[in-house]
């Protein structure tokens, strides 16, 4: 997917107003970007034309926390980063977002996480979801809270979502082998080589 298509939209909410309109100037000029600055005002925004939304964890109304959530609820389907200069704690394990960014950031990072993001909405539904897994991962190893029970938890479902994959690609890779068969059901090698 070619990060410059406007058709791409991007919901910043962050209650801090003056980063909301920052957000929005750095990606405006790659994408239809709306903003929020509350909890309520993103749910009211957020629909199924969001393909990323970049939320605050920290806001007076309704959490970020909150909003992912209903967001979740209503299967919008839009990729989530949480953005925000909450340090990951055990505590997102169970959040359902496709990535963690702490504050500051930079435009160059704004950038890369929705482009990342936007790239993954076309990923399969098990990819997606060993991606957000990574992304906890990373984000629990970065705030040095790698020896919970909740991370280990993040690892073995990871592995779990590997071996699934795995098993996948083996039976596809034994289904192209089966397409290989000539009309007398003998393997044609003169295709192979």
Do not use: C
Not at 15 to 25: G, M, N, P, R, V
Not at 90 to 108: H, L
Not at 155 to 171: C, F, G, N, P, S
């Amino acid at each position: 997917m070619e990060s410059t298509e406007q058709s791409a939209t991007v919901l910043v909410v962050d209650d801090e107003t003056d980063l909301t309109a920052l957000y929005a100037t750095w990606l405006e000029s790659e994408y239809e970007v709306v903003t929020a600055t509350s909890g309520e005002e993103a749910l009211e925004r957020v629909d199924g034309d969001v393909d990323v939304a970049l939320l605050d964890r920290r806001m007076p109304d309704l959490s970020g926390d909150e909003v992912l959530a209903e967001i979740r609820r209503r299967s919008v389907g839009a990729q989530v980063a949480m953005l925000t200069a909450v340090e990951p704690d055990t505590d997102i394990a169970e959040m359902q977002f496709d990535d963690y960014v702490t504050k500051p950031v930079e435009r160059e990072e704004v950038h890369a996480v929705v482009e990342v993001l936007l790239e993954r909405r076309t990923y399969d539904r098990k990819s997606r979801e060993f991606f957000a897994l990574a992304s906890k991962k990373a984000a629990l190893e970065s705030a040095n809270e790698h020896d919970s029970e909740e991370y280990e938890a993040l690892v073995e479902r990871m592995a779990e979502i590997r071996r699934e994959m795995d098993r996948t690609l083996d039976t596809l890779t034994a289904e192209e082998a089966f397409a290989q068969l000539d009309s007398d059901g003998e393997f044609d090698f003169e295709d192979e080589f």
